[in-house]
């Protein structure tokens, strides 16, 4: 049976689609029937240089073969280090931008694999996480996981975060989170960047179940999502920041 993914991917209010410094992979919508699907969002950090450029790199890295989902992800994560660095080598910076890209570029990652249909007629998820976005699990209106947050509460101003740079990322072995699962036919993966997944969570503690709000959004296609994501912001209930949510489910037949 074949899974489906959804995406909708925006940028801040007042920003431009250029400036949009989050990832997705896949970056559009599809239907596969591979035995591995591969799933990743990143959240480029926006004061760090080239955060955009980064994000995409982890997310192509962990979405084409799942290699930053390997156990050991340091030569996969080198090689994006080293390609990240000649990109903005080649660039014609001014001083002040060339300084910037000195401290190099940071983000969140949150991968997804899921693995081939067993006979129980399951397919085993398994998902990597650093920094702050967000999986729920969703099986016949209910709300099965959260990870790596299960609280509001667990979206800061200060998540550790993936660099470009091979020394910042002295601590990072200690804050990879790692969770699995399995999907059942008619389970959908909704994965979120910070701000969804912060007002996701903050919804389900106010008793809602806001699957129901994306999925009717989701239906209105790009602009309904547009003015469903504008209304929140408007209302203070979703903080001004680029919005990405990548929804794969397994279609009940």
């Known amino acids: ?33 591979q035995p591995l699907v591969h799933g ?21 890295a962990y979405g084409a073969a799942g290699a930053l989902g390997a156990e050991d992800w340091v030569p996969t994560l080198t090689v ?12 014609a910076l001014p001083w002040y931008a ?3 890209a000195r401290s190099g570029a940071f983000a969140a990652l949150l991968g997804v694999t899921i693995g081939q249909e067993a006979q129980a007629k399951a397919r085993p998820w398994q998902a ?18 959260c990870f790596p947050a299960t609280t509001s509460a667990f979206f800061t ?8 740079l091979p020394a910042q990322n002295a ?37 809602a179940a806001p699957w129901i709000e994306m999925e009717a959004a989701l239906a209105r296609r790009k602009r309904g999502f547009t003015r469903w994501i504008a209304a929140l912001r408007n209302k203070g209930q979703l903080r001004n920041d680029d919005v990405t949510l990548l929804r794969i489910a397994w279609p009940e037949q």
Not at 19 to 32: K, Q
Not at 186 to 204: E, I, K, M, N, P
Request: glycine share 6%.
């Open 171 to 207: 601590a990072l072995a200690a804050h990879r989170r790692r969770a699995a699962g399995e999907l059942w036919p008619g389970d959908v993966l909704y994965l979120t960047t910070d701000a969804l997944g912060q007002w996701f969570l903050s919804r389900v503690e106010h008793g």
């Open 98 to 100: 060339e300084e910037k």
């Open 157 to 164: 101003n200060r998540p550790l975060l993936i660099s470009s």
């Open 1 to 33: 049976m074949s899974i489906s993914v959804r995406v909708m991917a925006l940028p801040k209010a007042g920003n431009r689609d250029d400036e949009y410094e989050d990832a997705c992979w896949p970056d559009r919508a599809l239907t596969t029937t």
């Open 128 to 145: 990597l996480s650093v920094g702050d976005c967000a999986l729920f699990q969703v099986r016949r209106g209910v709300l099965l996981s």
């Open 40 to 60: 990743a969002i990143a959240d480029g950090a926006t004061e760090s240089a080239f955060a955009g450029l980064w994000a995409r790199q982890l997310v192509a």
């Open 80 to 91: 994006e280090q080293a390609h990240w660095q000649s990109q903005v080598d080649a660039k």
